[in-house]
């Protein structure tokens, strides 16, 4: 095995470890806000691709339908907080989650409907012939990603912790009662951070279409979202980046020299082992249990 | 008339039109009774763990699989009799609860969920990846089963040995309800911590829940096989994990009754829905989040209220 294979493999783990980060994120992004887990999340990254789809197919240029999908998401991802989770927020666990996957089937059948199971496919201006760089086949399109997630964590980054609401949405993650209490519209705080999510969750749907076609079982890779958050921790944005990549560098690597069964198999047998061993992730922290 | 006297005369009717049913119905209505049973089952193992002991599954279908897979292959590849292929069907899908339950005895809420959710991929992707065995994607086919040479007609013996399944299946749920164990798992789901302070072993308890109600599921699905006659992998999905919690949500969670309500309510409705019947994956989860968000005790609750009411 030569070092220019081993760089190739480097380089689409990258990207599709990319794409993980993007929507594991989009996960814990309003985990930590709200404790909420949304296991709808893939519908999300589904609408994105469709809202794309059909932006494009009005003859909107790609760099127009990307603000714009991720302007959709936000709003969708606020409706949904506003008129579905708010409600049930002090329901039972049980309540929660299932409601949650229930709004992802809701979309997903939705979406079915209309589109049926036909793939589409994206066209953007980085269709292009992959570009030859030392040895190594560069797609446009992955580095696109790659770019794209980065920018993402450095807009993130820059968020929490010199923006006001950014500042505010870490203290409602610590305490609602105590956000309350310094004059922070928790309510208003929440809201936000589910439209921030689905803002994500809209991205990485775009950035995932043209790799992948469009089809309404795309939200599938949230599985593998939940993975890269528990492996980085629940209750860490560095975490959620640092698992999606790390997710993306073991399938890649072990698919590549044992075959697609373990490539199949491995993350799930990765998110059992640290459920066991570490539930709370490599950054996240213990959780406090008052009883 | 008093309550228990209406209460036996219904129990009375109902059996005798069980017994009397698949002599009367259509190929059609009896595979849709069929399909009511085998959801009833299934609710009822389900229920159980969710409902009572309070813990999260969504990994239901795959139980089922390993029932309905162990079921057909042992009728077809080795010619096991029908009802020892069904308790072995039982005995090896108790042991995925086992292998489900052991570890996630120290889980709860969504960690729950999520090591239950990579079981079900897991299952999933091993349907998938062993095609010599499982028929891959396109799924298996069942051959003509042993049943030892009874006297019958094959769909009679199919009928009766699930009408007894089935009230064996609400039997065992009664009484589990009724006893220790039953009252265990109500600790549980209120307050594990409380329960563990009464002396109650609460991670052996959950484990046996997960072992009871992977051994109801796995009994649905060698049932499925023997109704169905064919094994569909895309059954053993999320979205059909998803279908089963929608059976105990809208029946009632922590009921027997409501597990029978809820499993016969929505195996009736597809055949409400034939004429939309494109419709039916967004019904059935508006539906679910529908009765959650208004309905969070289920039809059992309505019944109580409209009780209460009078």
Known sequence: ?291 | MTRSATKTVGFLFTGVALMVAPFILGAYHSYLLGLAFINIILALGLNLLTGNSGQISLCHSSFMAIGSYTFMLLSNLFGWPAPLAVVAAVVLSSLGGFMVGYPARRLSGIYLALATLAFLALTQVIIEEFPDLTGGIRGLKLEPMNWMGLPFETKYLIYFSLLASTAFSIYIALQIMDNRLGRAFDAIRTSPQAAQALGIPVASIKLTAFVISAAYAGLAGAMLSMVVGFIDPVEFGVSAALRHITFIVIGGMGSVAGSIAGAVALTGLPEALRPVKEYSDLVYAALLLLSLLFMPNGLVGLVTIFRQGK
Request: one cysteine or more; charged letters at 10%; glycine letters at 10%.
């Open chain 1, 1 to 291: 095995m030569t070092g220019s294979v081993l760089l190739q493999l480097l380089i689409s783990s990258l990207s599709v470890g990319s794409i993980y980060a993007i929507v594991a994120l989009a996960l814990v992004i309003p985990f930590k806000a709200s404790g909420i887990l949304n296991f709808g999340q893939g519908e999300i990254v589904t609408v994105g691709a469709y809202t794309a789809l059909v932006l494009v197919g009005f003859g909107v240029s790609y760099w127009l339908v990307l603000p714009l999908t991720v302007l959709v998401g936000w709003l969708a991802g606020m409706a949904i907080e506003r008129s579905l989770i708010r409600p049930i927020m002090a329901a039972p666990e049980f309540t929660i989650v299932i409601a949650t996957f229930a709004i992802g089937l809701i979309l997903k059948s939705a979406i079915r409907l209309y589109w049926q199971d036909n793939p589409f496919a994206l066209e953007t201006p980085l269709n292009t012939e992959p570009l030859h760089f030392a040895g190594v086949v560069l797609n446009p399109l992955y580095l696109w990603v790659v770019f794209c997630t980065l920018v993402l964590i450095a807009f993130l980054a820059y968020f929490f912790k010199h923006n006001r609401l950014g500042k505010s949405m870490r203290a409602v993650s610590q305490s609602h009662d105590a956000s309350r209490l310094m004059g922070i519209g928790v309510e208003r705080v929440l809201m936000i951070s589910w439209g921030m999510s689905a803002a994500i969750g809209a991205l990485g749907g775009i950035l995932l279409a043209p790799i992948v076609g469009i089809n309404p079982e795309m939200g599938h890779l949230v599985l593998k979202a939940l993975v890269a958050a528990v492996i980085g921790g629940f209750s860490s944005l560095p975490g959620a980046f640092v698992g999606g990549i790390l997710l993306g560098l073991v399938e890649t690597y072990s698919g590549a020299f044992f075959g697609s069964t373990l490539k199949n198999i491995i993350p799930f047998v990765l998110l059992v082992i640290f459920l066991l061993i570490r539930p709370y992730g490599l950054f996240g922290k213990p959780p406090v249990v008052r009883i």
